[in-house]
């Protein structure tokens, strides 16, 4: 879908089979470049439903006529505009998928720059999977699948990272969107995580297709798996 100004263009919809959403609040290529690239690339070749941002430019205020508003700040989209056309897709697809599947995941995909491998001490370091924390209040995914979706990245080559909430890279500050159905509107039945994807592997759009069909493997992986093994400890930033 090409984005028009002001025509209600600014979000791409994708529907899918798989009990998985992907969700790119900064897809506005000014933002967090080529991660809507990456979000429709995998949402295509999994078959999983995505909201894809790439109209919405991240701005402190929502300002529909200058195509301005964070669509990772809760209260952002619970405003008029960016409801209509951000968020009430994603409460759509919530339901549509909860109807063939008895739990679903909601994966934020976000950009990170390549910064925070010097201020992590990672230098080779490629994601950061936020699951809310180590606050049971915050925390957005169970344990064990967010171990098992970090191991499943790991196997396709990516060093990974656990976002906590020194480096708010967590996902668990209450405007966050990957607090939508933990804090807003709580529902057990939806497991989510923010990824964060460093600038390297995004570079350009050979570089984001290529990470997209890692990161393709990945989901697959972990939806194929049947049972859970101890997959080990992940570094913390």
């Not at 899918?16 to 470049?33: E, M, N, R, S, T």
């Not at 700040?73 to 505009?81: G, L, P, V």
């Not at 409801?83 to 759509?92: A, V, Y």
Request: glycine share 6%; with cysteine; net charge neutral.
């Amino acid at each position: 879908m090409q984005f028009k100004k002001n025509t209600g263009e600014r979000v791409s919809l994708i529907s899918g089979k798989k009990p998985i959403i992907l969700i790119c609040p900064h897809g506005f290529q000014g933002d967090d470049k080529n991660t809507a690239i990456i979000t429709e690339h995998i949402a295509r070749k999994i078959d999983c439903y995505a909201v894809i941002n790439r109209g919405w430019e991240r701005a402190e205020s929502v300002d529909p006529e200058n195509d301005k508003a964070d669509c990772n700040n809760i209260d952002h989209c619970y405003q008029e505009i960016v409801k209509e056309e951000f968020l009430d897709p994603i409460f759509r697809f919530v339901s549509r998928s909860l109807k063939k599947h008895p739990f679903i995941y909601t994966f934020y995909l976000h950009g990170m720059a390549n910064l925070h491998r010097l201020k992590s001490g990672l230098y080779d370091l490629d994601i950061v999977v936020g699951s809310g924390g180590d606050d049971s209040e915050s925390s957005s995914c169970s344990v064990w699948r967010k171990d098992l979706f970090c191991f499943c990245l790991y196997k396709k080559g990516f060093k990974i990272a656990e976002g906590t909430k020194k480096s708010k890279l967590a996902g668990a500050s209450k405007d966050n969107m990957n607090q939508l159905f933990v804090q807003k509107v709580p529902n057990a039945l939806i497991q989510s995580l923010q990824i964060e994807i460093i600038e390297t592997r995004r570079r350009n759009e050979v570089q984001a297709i290529k990470t997209a069909d890692l990161l393709s493997g990945a989901f697959n992986s972990m939806l194929e798996t049947d049972s859970f093994y101890s997959t080990g400890k992940f570094d913390l930033y």
